[in-house]
């Protein structure tokens, strides 16, 4: 499934976003956390509605990667199909003007569900298996990914860590997304009326932490960011800036449970 906006609705988006992500402003202070016991390889993104008709299949294959080592898995709905007759009960236009934000660095214009993004890079249908299992496999046998991201809960607190990188590959932003680990949803309306939605590593929101420009940096934030909407665990990510577009992401951590 596909779909096509117009200019006023993308700025009707980006006003939401910046209204959602108004909310945290987290400290820049100094330690040392302990380093991950896995290392990430991919971060994958299915980008999914609860009004698309095609994409239970997609839904289902990424909780089977979510179980592999190595994969930081997660669910952005989106709210374009909601005239459909079923407004997602889990979609925000944060994840929307997301997605649109990765098809306009490619330079597309419309997005589509199911659709799987890698490491803020390669999209693909989110039911093409083939495809995406070669693109896995192929992050898997390399470096993963290249900065070494870190985070904890201490107390209230949630800290961050971000190693340096001598040769950084740009500006990046670091982004705390609160994740709700399950979720299955009934569709009571609408075309796809029956339908269910099955979930793993649902986004919540998004809050940008601060920049990280190459040099190590350490976050604070408040744990209580990581649980809104349900939310009861969180993913970081470190991830390229382009322009006000989200780009690759360089490094990313689980949060407890993941």
């Known amino acids: 499934m596909s779909d096509a906006t117009t200019p006023r609705q993308r700025r009707l988006t980006r006003a939401r976003g910046a209204a959602y992500l108004a909310g945290l402003l987290p400290a820049l202070v100094a330690g040392c956390l302990p380093a991950a016991a896995e290392p990430l390889r991919a971060v994958l993104e299915l980008y999914t509605s609860q009004g698309c008709a095609v994409c239970p299949p997609a839904e289902h294959y990424l909780g089977d990667l979510a179980r592999r080592p190595g994969i930081l898995a997660l669910t952005f709905p989106v709210t374009y199909w909601d005239y459909l007759g079923w407004k997602d009960t889990l979609g925000h236009s944060l994840f929307t003007e997301r997605q649109r934000g990765y098809a306009s660095g490619r330079g597309e214009v419309r997005v589509y569900t199911p659709a799987l993004v890698v490491n803020g890079g390669a999209t693909l249908p989110g039911d093409n298996r083939a495809g995406i299992e070669r693109i896995v496999q192929e992050a898997r046998a390399g470096t993963g ?104 992401i360089w490094g990313a951590a689980k949060g407890p449970g993941l």
């Open 145 to 248: 990914l290249r900065v070494p991201v870190r985070s904890e809960e201490q107390g209230d607190r949630i800290v961050v860590e971000v190693d340096a990188d001598p040769n950084p590959p740009g500006r990046a932003d670091v982004w705390l997304v609160p994740l709700l680990r399950s979720r299955a949803v009934t569709v009571e309306r609408g075309e796809t009326k029956g339908r269910v939605a099955a979930y793993v590593n649902v986004a919540r929101g998004l809050y940008r932490l601060g920049a990280w420009t190459g040099q190590a940096v350490r976050f604070e934030a408040p744990r209580s960011a990581a649980r809104v909407g349900e939310a009861d665990t969180y993913a970081i990510l470190v991830q390229g800036a382009l322009g006000g577009r989200p780009g690759r």
